[in-house]
């Protein structure tokens, strides 16, 4: 699979919590010179990125995360703001406990508000798969699809584990077409990154895939 194309579907990805100006400046220079899809930065950095990048480049930024627990009301109240500062693409997470209790009518409201507020923007669901049986997953699965999100995605990356192979290929047997995925948290080299597409996902949530790029380039200009 071609390089440039596996650039082209990855939100290159800083959320630590210690991460800097400087630090967010650095992977929005690497997200332009490298074409990625995004960005995906905390929302305290998105009003000043996006006036540096301009329309060179989508940012992204994270909503109830990374525990998911928040309010609807201040889910909402951050995707607005984040929508005011220059955010392209939100991705947020799900209340895990209203699944775990099977409040699936106040999940399904949620998705719906945020979809609401995000317009014509993009919405990504974060499930926390890590965290989820099977059947929690295809419920949902559902759910965002009925919701009508854009995306359904894995994982947050700051749980116990990231994506799996097993799990996108579970998104693509029960998530509607018009639903697409995102697979986020220890994708570590080309060869996962070209699985997890080969699989379904059409976004990559990874700091690690440009890092290899540019190691590689620095190294023997094979890329």
């Not at 220890?186 to 059409?202: H, K, P, R, V, W």
Request: hydrophobic share 40%; with cysteine; net charge neutral.
């Amino acid at each position: 699979m071609e390089i440039e194309k596996i650039l082209g579907m990855c939100d290159h990805t800083l959320l630590a919590q210690g991460a800097t100006w400087e630090e967010i400046k650095g992977i929005c220079d690497d997200g332009m010179k490298y074409k990625t899809a995004s960005v995906c930065i905390p929302a305290s950095y998105v009003k000043k990125a996006k006036e540096y990048v301009g329309d060179k480049l989508a940012i992204c930024t994270v909503i109830g995360f990374p525990n998911g627990y928040s309010t609807t009301a201040v889910k909402v109240f951050e995707t607005k703001d984040a929508i005011e500062n220059g955010a392209d693409e939100i991705d947020m997470v799900i209340n895990i406990g209203w699944l775990k209790d099977k409040k699936y009518d106040a999940l399904l409201e949620e998705i719906k508000a945020m979809k609401a507020a995000c317009g014509n923007k993009i919405l990504k669901v974060i499930i926390e798969t890590c965290l989820l049986t099977d059947e929690e997953k295809i419920k949902m699965c559902e759910i965002v699809t009925n919701a009508g999100a854009d995306f359904i995605k894995t994982s947050t990356g700051f749980s116990k584990a990231g994506a799996t192979k097993e799990d996108v290929a579970l998104f693509a047997k029960y998530v509607g077409k018009d639903v697409k995925i995102k697979a986020a948290g220890g994708i570590s080299s080309i060869e996962d990154a070209e699985a997890f597409i080969e699989l379904g996902a059409t976004r990559l949530g990874t700091s690690r895939i440009v890092k290899i790029v540019k190691n590689t380039n620095k190294n023997d200009g094979s890329y």
